[in-house]
Structure formats: structure tokens, C-alpha cells
């Protein structure tokens, strides 16, 4: 078995992000580690989030930190991963990619204790970079420039200390002094068992003369003391770095001092014994002005400002500012954003409104005394901007329970009050600006400028059967008269364009009407019982089609006239034409397309050469619409892009192949089935560049991005005709027509895959079952929290506040602020208390139908759908749930299977209704309907339950599996399960004798997080480490199981070293980098071939598809062996050890790294194609051919 992995949608959790200029100088950018994927954001100017650029790097990047040597405009990335090396990274705007300046290895591989990589440092001048590891090892790298401007690196420079673990690192603004670093560490070789350790402040030296690094000074600090802030220096500040402890924030120097502390705010009405930790931080410099925000693990954020004199700091003041998402990063551009890399749910961009300077009380300022203050709804800061993000995405199912004719993928995700059920849908998400109703069904829609000279449209054109309507484009879109337009409104009209320079063509069935300025109206009258069927039409140049296969060529003056030029006798009827693309500085396009009954033909525009056939392309449906289109592509990396001739079929075939700017000729042809209805395809303009858009019975759009080719669905309904459109309002966007409205649409994010809708939940979500009826699409989801206070005594203790508001006669601003907590920081419950709920919901309609709170700290951990023997026809569904759970040191106070049916109220609306409960002695961690009564994994015990009338009654049991059972699967006997520790097991179960025997398990260790069956012998599975494997019973041993069963259960009673007597075989094996929350056998595409989707807790979402013939196999292994050494990872990290992360990769080709090709350079993309003895564009073909097969 030979699988090829490809991952559909990345990473979404961010765990680093850092602001600087890396693409040009005073440009506002981010960059983002989203696991091994770094990617560049951009901030635009209507305070938009764009992705730039992302590359996977194939290891764990652990940090990261911009730097910028002295006297230079941009910034450098410094990245610290797993590969054992410090990288430095340079961005390359022009080929919009990151290349590697330096790489220098200092360690082995991995993420590790003592190998550096864990933290970063960065002089603030610019002349030095520190890289620690978690324990013991530092080294310092001075950086500089040679004579060509580039930078150098020197050799690294340590100050190691055994039994020193370092919570945190900083460089520190000295000025031009020699470097310094500030860390926070704790030694402990000294210390006894139970002792209290020491935590010390270190500043470490680095002596530029000596080329010499030195511990200078080591000062105790707070014992919580875990982060540290630079203070500028110099002629900036005072410098020192400030020291975050538990509930407090004090000012050090190396110089010493006295010790600047004070206290953090606290939030009214929180545990004061409760401590308050800052977890992120950033600072704001500017002219000599600088302060800080600090963010609390609560979302709180405090500006810290300081008082000081001629180096001496007098005093710090502390306020709250705001309260946001808990950020595993924030940053604050000097553009006055301000990025928070959310540590669940959406990351978030926020612009400033104001600093905060308002005294509300809520301010420390020198004192030692506790203030507090009151969370209120946003001040100082207003959203901008959001990245979706599904992080933890918790489980998924894969059903098209929309009935829209491809699945949708429900997925749960996020934490808290981020939670939601998230519906993906294949496309690019769209914005709705505006819908009008016409008065009948038109045909085609236009957008046109009054001259050449407009920034935006004029006019909106919308054709009719026999009418035309044209609207005025400004602050509001208004109809207007004949009179005032100068169009002809009683006929149907087949294009309209802006030529010379300040007319406008509208092309009609019986001829050509040319508009100028003054409403004058210039007309060419078409032959005599001739019509004209189909145009072309640019600035400068006409081609109209007339029945029978007519052409005529005309081109246009500046004045707007139009001459004929050539006339042609094609002999069949055209269906449809196009003309390319004007190149630059020129007048002329090169190159017309038309298309007939089964041929597509290229013909030149040439005035050498004019009307004469230079290519021909056979098509195996009639063409309905013809597009040429130069894009920049993967392919070629020239300035003027590659032109492509895009043909939309009859059958719903897009077809789309190259054209030689210089020859003419047709090559590299590629095919995508978009739908069953005809092809129509529209030109517009997505970021300032050149797209396409197909319509058939879902819109597609075709763009570039990234310098990739995209072709991917619009989220969307049913357009039926398409123009470009620009206005003040809405400066890039597409009119279209869908049925009898008129509707314009902005294209969101490019590069996604997926669109999402969500359904906001109580609590983190946990699992999902299907229980979808004939009637409705219904999903069943759990949700449990530790420690927090469940929705209902929420909602009493609201009420409660409410009525002491009203009796004080208080307004309604203590409302508004207790709503606005209760959202963004839910109230925190004691260790061992739980809020958990039972939400029945319908996914399409996004709402809930019933919800069902547990009481007594219980916590929903399974969830599964069964029917019962003695109750055929009905529907259960079974909910396991754990007591008081604390998760460590574990302990619980026992487990309950509640048990409810699906019903309905006497309204006929479906519900849950309760039927029993029944309580296990331990947790009940999986779930499994088994031939008309159900399995339960209650801790390490595996028993079968059927349906009493008061209770679960207990039928079989069995006591042999070695650790907790987390996952169960069935096949007529044959029972599989997963192990937290000790793998897959396969057990059979015995009618007759009652009995559930293990007779087949795993040779390696593996914590089991899910699994699925691929056929009767043959099991998929996930761990928690974050890997993906395939195990197989051998046949001889499943045979025997199945036929010989008393000697087969006379094994299985024996066992080999307290194991089962055989052993699953592994079949296919991948890393994918980190854990992974569900498996599903799939298909995503109706009628195609099934493959294996999983998702991970990060966010991603990921495909394994077995390859169908061996000529496949054998041409992406030798691709992936080619990338492997010409196109190694950008961090260093050895591709097959990182794909081999906890064991070899086995059988399984990493789509990832191939479809990388396409970013490499032309020479080496050529010499790895001559190596496979195919051409780069055929490489190519085949790398989106096997991704098509996915989505």
C-alpha cells in the first residue's frame, strides 16, 4: 500500500509571531510561525490581514526574532527550531519568497533539553544574537556586514552552566556599549529534595574587543518571576529590563538600583489568592517616547509607563487598558495596530483608538497597594480584522447533511468562549455588498468607464432577451434614460466596452453603435439578413462573429473612430471568441481565439499575417465561452506571466492551455470538471491582477497567488453572468447576476480552501455524532470546561446582579460590562469542577435545538448513537461522563452512562429524551455500538452493556487490556481497540461462550488518540505524538481467527510476554506534526475514490490518497527523493528525519514537499525534470492532477 499525503488546509494556531519591515523599509509586516509552516502577513491599507508568502519548513520552529543591523531599512528573521541550527532568513519581495542568508549548526536534532533553540535574543542595536536552550547550553553569534554589504556571521560564542534552566531571555538596549542579555534562571545542583529554589536575574556580556562572552551579574528576583520586557536605553531610556512575576512587575539594572516595584491591577470580584501571570508582551517606541503592554493569562491587558530621570527610573505606573484574547504573542505595529496571535479560537487585529491615558482608577502609580478594576467592553481598541482559526479542533465529521451534492466538513473547535461548531465548505469565502431586484431575468451584465482616463466605472450595463438596462455608478447605482447613457435600450445587447479614448462600443445584434463624449452616436450596420452573434472588443480593437461564420476586424483611433480591417470566412458557426491580452506598449492584442461545433482555433492579429490560423485544438464538447488570460503562474517567473486560452465546454469542462506569446502554438492542455452545466467565463481583476472567473453550477475563480496558480470554487450560489467592478465605495470587485437580481461580491481571503460558517458553543467542544432523520440534518455534540462555572448558574448569578442594579436604581453600564466578562473571561471554579452540556442542533440552519446542562461536576468525555435489541426502530444516544474529574494528579469520583432516545416535543420538533443513568466505578473513555447492545470502555476494562428499563445492564466483560481504553471499533465479532498507551488491539467476541478474547496487537507503543476501519483486516490510526499509520492483520492469522475458533481462542488464552499471541503488521507511516483528533475514510468529491482525511489539534486538515497504479508511485517517489536533495528545507531540518519524527516513514510520499516544485528556480526545475525523463510543465500536470482527485 502506497498513500500520497497532502495537507489541504495548514496549521491555524499561531505559538510565535514578531513585527518588523522584512520585505521593504517602513512596510508593517508580521511574521507567524504556525507550527513548521513560517508565512509573512501584511497589514493593507484598509486594515486588512493579507498572507504574503508561506513556506513549510519541514521541523518545529521554536522561536523567532527579528533583527536589523545598524544604519540598515529592514529586518532579518532569526529562527530557532528543531533542526539543531540557528537560521537567519532574508525576504525576498520581488520573487515574494524567504531565503536563507545563514544557517550554522551548534547541535543535534530535535526538541530538546539542552540543544539550543528554545529561546532567542536579539541585540536592540543590532550586533548580536543570543540562542539558549531550555537548560544549560548558550551560545552568542555576532553578526556584521562584509565589503559587499552581506551579512556575515561569526562562530558562536557559549556560556554554558550545568543544572541552569532558563525561563527567559532578552537583550538588553545599552547603546553602543558592548552587548548585553538578560535571562531569568534557576540553578539547581545544590538543592536539596522539598528545598525552595532560587530564581536569579543573569546579564551576560559580550566583550566585542575580547571577542569574549561573560556572566557580568546574577541578582535574585521573585521566586514566580517568568518574564522579562527590555526597557530601551541609551538616549531612549533608562534601560534595565522590566521583571513580570506572579502579581507584580518590577524594574532591574545591571547597574543596580533601587528596586522600581509595584503591583498589577486586579479584576473586581476575582480570588485575590488567585495569582496573576503575564504570559506576552510588547513595547511601543517611538522619538524617545516609549510604554508597554503587558497581557495577563486572563486577557487583561496593562499599560506600564515610567518615570525617570537621567537614567534613574522614579517610579512605574500600571493601568488597565483593555481585555482581549489570551495571546500566545502580541504585537504592536507602529502603523497603531495592534496582532494577537490567540492562543485558542481567531487571532485577532486591533486598531488603536486611544492609549489609555484616561485616568479611570484602575491605576497603580508607585505604591506597593492593590488597586482594582472593573472588565469592561473595548476603549482603547476597536476590531479590525480576524484570521480564522479552527485551533483545537477537537473532532470532525464529513457528511453533506446540506444536501448540496459534496460533503461539508462539521468540525469542532476552538476553547471557551471561542468554541464553535465550524462548517467547512470547499471555496473561497465572499462578501455580499449589495443585492437589487430587476424586473425580469437577464442575460449578461458589463461594467464600463466613460473614457479611458476613469478611475472607476460609469455605467452598469445589464442585458435582457430583447431590453437593455443600464444603471450610473456612484454613491448609489440609479438607472438612466436613453438620453442621458446613450445607449440603445430596446434590443439585446452582446458587449459593451470603453475604446479610444473617450468612447464607448455597444455592440447589438444588427450592429455597431459608437458613443462619443457628446452623446453623438457613430453607427456600422451589419449585412443585410445578417446578425451579429458573438464580439471580442478592447480598446482599440473589435472582432464580431455573424451567423453563418463571418469574422470582421476593425480597429479603433484615439478619436474612437473604427475602420474595418480584414473580414474572414471561418465556414462553420462560431460559438464563441476571444482576444488576448493587449501586451505593454503596444496597441494591438496578437492573438484572437474562436471556437466552433468541436475545434477551438488560435488566429493572429498580426497586421502582417492578419486572420491567418496558428494553432487548433480539438475539444471533445462544444464550446461555450472562450477566455485568454495572462496569469503569473508556478511555471514561469517571467515579468509578463504565461498567457493561457481557457475554454469553457457545453459538458461543464474547463479546459486550459498554454499559448506561445512568441508562436502561437497550444501546449501543456489541463482539464477540471466544474459542474453539469456550460462553461461561461468572465475576466476580472482580483488584487490588482488579472483573474477568471467560470461559471457552471457553482462559480469557480482562477487567480494567482503566491505565485501559484489557484483554481478553487466560490462559497457561493449560482451566478449566471459576471463583470468586474470598481467603485469609491468598492474599489475591486464583481457584479453578477443570479436568476432576477443583481448582486455585487468581494472575494475575501485569497489562498483559503475552505469557507467557514459557525455556531458559537458553551464550552470546549469534545466529540460529534450524526443523528440525522429523514425530516432534518441533526448532530449531537458534548462540551466540557474544568474549572469554570457552568451557563446556568452563570445566567442566575446575571440575574441576580440585574435586580441589584435596577433596585439601586444603577444604569445599565454593570450589565454591559458583566456580559462582555462573561464572554471574553469566564468565571474560574475550583480544581475538579466541571461545565458540561449536551447540545442537539441542526448545522444548516446554525441552530441549536435543545441543551441539556450536567450537573455535579460531571464532564462529558464520549458520546455514540446505537439502537438497542429490545427497542428495534428507535434511536439511543449513550453519553459517557466522568465525576469531579481532576486531571493531575488524576483522580475522579467514578463515571455515568446517561442514556437518552431520540424523541420529539408536541410541536413534532426533534429532542433528547432522558430515559437513564447508569454509574461505572471509572471513565467511561469510549463508546461503540456492538450488534444490538453496546460496548464501553470503562478505564482498562472492556464490557458490553444492553438496555434495562432503570439501568445499563452488565453482559460480558474483560479485564486483559494493559491501559485505559480510548477508542473502539467493530465488525460483525472482530472488536478494535485503542490503547492510551499500548496501541491497537484486536479482540473477537464469542457468542457462544460469552467471552471477548485479544488476540492480535501492536508491536510499538502508541498513545491512541483515534482510529478507523479501511477494510475487515485493516485499521488507520492517530497518536498523539502526531502521527499516522496503517496496521494490518496478516491473512493466515485473521483466517484462522474467522475458521479455526476453538484452536484460535486456545491461543489468544496463552499469550506470548503477557501480549497477545500475533502481531499486527505496520503498513504505511507519517509524521505529521502534532496530534491528530480524528480519521475518516472519505470521499470529498462525489463519485470519486475514497481517501483517509485527518485533522490535528492545530488546526490542520490533511489527506492520505492511495495511489492507483504503480507508475504513479514510482514517479513521485523519484520526485520526492529529487526535492529532497535540490530543494532541502529552509531550516535545516533533514526532511526524512522530520517525516520519520517517532518512527520511520514508511510508504507514504509527502505531496508537501513535491508541490514544492513549483517555487524552485527554472534550472533546477529543469534538471529535476530531466531526471524523470518528463518536462517541468508535465511535472507539473501531474501534481495537480492527484490533487484534484482530493478536492
Known amino acids: 500500500m502506497y498513500l500520497y499525503h497532502l495537507t489541504l488546509q495548514k496549521q491555524s494556531a499561531i505559538n510565535v509571531s514578531i513585527f518588523g519591515n522584512f520585505s521593504a523599509p517602513r512596510v508593517q509586516e508580521l511574521v507567524v510561525a504556525r507550527g513548521s509552516i513560517l508565512e509573512l502577513l501584511r497589514v493593507e491599507a484598509d486594515g486588512k490581514l493579507k498572507s504574503i508568502a508561506s513556506v513549510d519548513v519541514f521541523g518545529a520552529i521554536r522561536s523567532l526574532m527579528p533583527f536589523r543591523l545598524t544604519g540598515s531599512n529592514v529586518d532579518y528573521v532569526v529562527v530557532g527550531s528543531d533542526a539543531g541550527r540557528i537560521t537567519i532568513l532574508e525576504f525576498d519581495g520581488d520573487k515574494s519568497m524567504f531565503k536563507k542568508v545563514h544557517r550554522e549548526t551548534f547541535g543535534r536534532s530535535g526538541c530538546r533539553r539542552i540543544v539550543p533553540g528554545e529561546h532567542l535574543a536579539a541585540d536592540p542595536r543590532g550586533r548580536a544574537v543570543m540562542i539558549a536552550a531550555m537548560e544549560k547550553q548558550k551560545f552568542v553569534y555576532i553578526l556584521n556586514r562584509d565589503s559587499s554589504a552581506r551579512l556575515t556571521i561569526s562562530s558562536p560564542l557559549e556560556s554554558h552552566k550545568a543544572h541552569t534552566v532558563t525561563f527567559h531571555v532578552v537583550g538588553v538596549d545599552v547603546g553602543f556599549e558592548n552587548p548585553q542579555f538578560a535571562a531569568l534562571e534557576v540553578e539547581y545542583s545544590e538543592l536539596e529534595e522539598g528545598e525552595e529554589y532560587e530564581k536569579m536575574l543573569t546579564f551576560y ?50 547597574e543596580g538600583g533601587a528596586d522600581v516595584c509595584v503591583p498589577l491591577p486586579r479584576c473586581e470580584g476575582t480570588d485575590d489568592a488567585a495569582p496573576i501571570l503575564i504570559t506576552a508582551s510588547t513595547t511601543h517606541k517611538r522619538k524617545g517616547v516609549f510604554f508597554f503592554l503587558l497581557q495577563s493569562e486572563h486577557g487583561d491587558l496593562y499599560k506600564v509607563t515610567m518615570d525617570y530621570e537621567k537614567g534613574e527610573v522614579r517610579g512605574l505606573d500600571v493601568v488597565y487598558f483593555d481585555t482581549v484574547p489570551v495571546g500566545a504573542a502580541i504585537n504592536m505595529l ?93 471555496g473561497l469565502p465572499m462578501a455580499e455588498m449589495a443585492v437589487s431586484e430587476l424586473p425580469a ?83 456600422w450596420r451589419a449585412p443585410a439578413n445578417k446578425v451579429i452573434e458573438h464580439a471580442a472588443v478592447n480598446s482599440h480593437q473589435i472582432v464580431i462573429a455573424l451567423g453563418g461564420g463571418e469574422l470582421y476586424y476593425f480597429e479603433v483611433d484615439p478619436s474612437g473612430q473604427f475602420s474595418e480591417v480584414a473580414k474572414k470566412e471561418v465556414g462553420r458557426n462560431v460559438l464563441c471568441l476571444d482576444m488576448s491580452p493587449v501586451p505593454e506598449n503596444r496597441r494591438r492584442a496578437r492573438y484572437l481565439a474562436i471556437g466552433d461545433a468541436d475545434t477551438v482555433r488560435v488566429l493572429s492579429l498580426d497586421p502582417d499575417n492578419c486572420m491567418q490560423s496558428l494553432a487548433l485544438q480539438s475539444v471533445p464538447s462544444p464550446p461555450s465561452s472562450l477566455a485568454l488570460i495572462e496569469m503569473q503562474c508556478e511555471a514561469e517567473r517571467n515579468a509578463r506571466g504565461t498567457l493561457f486560452l481557457n475554454i469553457g465546454l457545453q459538458d461543464g469542462v474547463l479546459l486550459r492551455t498554454v499559448l506561445d506569446n512568441i508562436t502561437g502554438e497550444l501546449t501543456d492542455t489541463r482539464r477540471r470538471f466544474l459542474g453539469p452545466r456550460p462553461v461561461k467565463l468572465s475576466k476580472i481583476t482580483v488584487q490588482g491582477e488579472p483573474a477568471l472567473l467560470a461559471l457552471s453550477a457553482r462559480p469557480w475563480l482562477c487567480y494567482a497567488f ?40 468581494v472575494t475575501e481571503r485569497l489562498g483559503e480552501l475552505f469557507h467557514q460558517s459557525e455556531l458559537p458553543l458553551s464550552y470546549t467542544p469534545r466529540k460529534v455524532v450524526d443523528v440525522t432523520d429523514s425530516d432534518r440534518s441533526l448532530l449531537v455534540s458534548i462540551e466540557a470546561e474544568h474549572r469554570t462555572v457552568s451557563e446556568t448558574r452563570r445566567v442566575e448569578a446575571g440575574g441576580a446582579m440585574e435586580v441589584e442594579a435596577h433596585a439601586a436604581g444603577e444604569e445599565d453600564e454593570d450589565e454591559v460590562n458583566w456580559e462582555y466578562e462573561q464572554k471574553i473571561v469566564p468565571p474560574t471554579g475550583a480544581i475538579g469542577s466541571w461545565a458540561s452540556c449536551i447540545r442537539l442542533f441542526d448545522p444548516t440552519e446554525n441552530e441549536t435545538l435543545q441543551l441539556i446542562e450536567l450537573q455535579d461536576d460531571e464532564a462529558a468525555v464520549t458520546i455514540c448513537t446505537c439502537t438497542f435489541a429490545a427497542r428495534r426502530g428507535e434511536t439511543f444516544v449513550v453519553v459517557g461522563t466522568v465525576k469531579s474529574l481532576v486531571p493531575a494528579p488524576r483522580s475522579h469520583s467514578g463515571g455515568v452512562l446517561h442514556v437518552y432516545v431520540i424523541g420529539s416535543d408536541d410541536n413534532g420538533a426533534s429532542m433528547l429524551q432522558f430515559v437513564h443513568k447508569t454509574e461505572v466505578e471509572d471513565v467511561p473513555g469510549a463508546l461503540c455500538p456492538f450488534q444490538g447492545r453496546i460496548l464501553v470502555g470503562v478505564g482498562k476494562l472492556l464490557r458490553i452493556y444492553d438496555l434495562g428499563k432503570k439501568k445499563m445492564l452488565r453482559k460480558c466483560e474483560n479485564k486483559s487490556f494493559p491501559s485505559m481504553v480510548r477508542s473502539i471499533l467493530t465488525q460483525g465479532d472482530r472488536i478494535i481497540v485503542g490503547c492510551i498507551a499500548h496501541s491497537v488491539l484486536f479482540a473477537k467476541y464469542s457468542r457462544g461462550e460469552n467471552l471477548i478474547h485479544i488476540f492480535a496487537d501492536d508491536v510499538a507503543p502508541r498513545w491512541i488518540t483515534t482510529c478507523c476501519f479501511l477494510d475487515f483486516d485493516t485499521i488507520a490510526g492517530g497518536d498523539k505524538f502526531g502521527n499516522v499509520f496503517i496496521l494490518r492483520l496478516p491473512k493466515e492469522v485473521s483466517e484462522e481467527a474467522e475458521v479455526d475458533r476453538t484452536g484460535a481462542f486456545l491461543k489468544m488464552n496463552q499469550g506470548i510476554l503477557n501480549a497477545a499471541p500475533h502481531k499486527l503488521v505496520q503498513q504505511a507511516q507519517i509524521h505529521v506534526g502534532s496530534a491528530v483528533t480524528s480519521l475518516q475514510r472519505t470521499a470529498l468529491i462525489p463519485g470519486s475514490n475514497e481517501l483517509l482525511l485527518y485533522t490535528t489539534i492545530s488546526g490542520a486538515v490533511g489527506v492520505l490518497v492511495p495511489f492507483v497504479s504503480r507508475e504513479d508511485v514510482d514517479f513521485f517517489s523519484h520526485l520526492e527523493m529529487h526535492m529532497r536533495q535540490e530543494n532541502p528545507p529552509l531550516c535545516g531540518r533533514d526532511h526524512l528525519s522530520y517525516r520519520s519524527y517517532y518512527f520511520p516513514v514508511k510508504d507514504v510520499i509527502d505531496g508537501d514537499l513535491c508541490e514544492q516544485y513549483g517555487s524552485m528556480k527554472a534550472d533546477v526545475k529543469y534538471r529535476v525534470a530531466e531526471e524523470l525523463d518528463r518536462k517541468p510543465s508535465e511535472v507539473m500536470k501531474k501534481l495537480e492532477d492527484i490533487r484534484n482527485r482530493c478536492l
Not at 484570521?387 to 447533511?401: A, C, F, G, Q, R
Not at 505565485?707 to 475591486?732: G, I, T, V, W
Request: net charge negative; hydrophobic share 40%.
Open 205 to 254: 556580556e559580550l566583550d566585542l574587543g575580547l571577542n569574549h562572552l561573560v556572566r557580568k551579574d546574577s541578582t535574585p528576583v521573585h521566586a514566580r518571576s517568568n518574564h522579562l520586557v527590555a526597557v530601551p536605553g541609551g538616549a531612549d531610556g533608562p534601560g534595565g529590563v522590566l521583571v513580570c512575576a506572579e502579581d507584580m512587575v518590577s524594574w532591574r539594572h545591571i
Open 334 to 426: 507602529r502603523l497603531g495596530f495592534l496582532f494577537v496571535a490567540a492562543e485558542n479560537g481567531n487571532h485577532v487585529l486591533y486598531q488603536f483608538q486611544s492609549l489609555g491615558d484616561d485616568d479611570d482608577g484602575s491605576v497603580v502609580r508607585r505604591t506597593r497597594e492593590r488597586v482594582y478594576f472593573k472588565r469592561r467592553p473595548l476603549q482603547n481598541l476597536v476590531l479590525i480584522d480576524e484570521i480564522e482559526s479552527l485551533h483545537p479542533l477537537t473532532d470532525l465529521t464529513v457528511k453533506d447533511l446540506a444536501r448540496e451534492g459534496t460533503p461539508q466538513l462539521y468540525a469542532l473547535g476552538g476553547c471557551k468562549r471561542n468554541a464553535a461548531t465550524r462548517v467547512l465548505r470547499h
Open 441 to 523: 431575468n437577464p442575460t449578461a451584465v458589463w461594467t464600463v468607464k466613460r473614457t479611458a482616463a476613469d478611475e472607476f466605472d460609469t455605467y452598469m450595463v445589464v442585458a435582457f432577451v430583447n431590453a437593455t438596462l443600464v444603471l450610473s455608478i456612484g454613491d448609489t447605482v440609479e438607472e438612466v434614460s436613453e438620453a442621458q447613457s446613450g445607449f440603445f435600450g430596446t434590443a439585446r445587447t452582446i458587449a459593451v466596452h470603453q475604446i479610444g479614448d473617450d468612447s464607448v462600443l455597444q455592440v447589438l445584434p444588427s450592429g455597431l453603435r459608437n458613443i462619443r463624449a457628446d452623446k453623438r452616436v457613430n453607427e
Open 706 to 745: 503566491q505565485n501559484k496558480l489557484h483554481l478553487s470554487p466560490l462559497s457561493y450560489m449560482r451566478l449566471d453572468s459576471a463583470a468586474s467592478f470598481c467603485s469609491e465605495q468598492c474599489s475591486e470587485g464583481v457584479v453578477a447576476i443570479s436568476g432576477g437580481t443583481l448582486r455585487i461580491i
